[in-house]
């Protein structure tokens, strides 16, 4: 069973950042494409960053130069540091675990952590 926990999440003020972490189990990691993704009340799931197991990493337009994502595979963990903080970036955040295979691929996901960006 696949188990993603995310942490890190909270309330923090307009030009704060947060670090989110992600730690993987049962889960053969590197091999694994990683990536955030996050949901705003009313909103659709959107891709924040992600990053492949190879280490090439892709940004949402909305985040670029602000946030980054970087993965360590010995701690089978994937983190996310959001720094420039903005009112709009408040959302339910996850993590996602991508696999491919020959038929397609499968996803696993975390179960969320909030982040709140208000004054």
């Known amino acids: 069973q696949v188990q993603l926990v995310e942490s890190g999440g909270g309330l923090v003020q307009p030009g704060g950042s947060l670090r989110l972490s992600c730690a993987a189990s049962?889960?053969?990691?590197?091999?694994?494409?990683m990536g955030w993704y996050r949901q705003a009340p009313g909103k659709q799931r959107e891709l924040v960053a992600d990053?492949?197991?190879?280490?090439?990493?892709n940004y949402a337009d909305s985040v670029k130069g602000r946030f980054t994502i970087s993965r360590d595979n010995a701690k089978k963990t994937v983190y996310l540091q959001m720094n420039s903080l903005k009112p709009e970036d408040t959302a339910v955040y996850y993590c996602n675990a991508r696999r491919y295979h020959l038929s397609g691929f499968t996803d696993y996901w975390g179960q969320g952590t909030q982040v709140t960006v208000s004054s």
């Open positions: 049962e889960i053969i990691f590197n091999i694994y494409d």
């Open positions: 990053i492949t197991n190879g280490g090439s990493t």
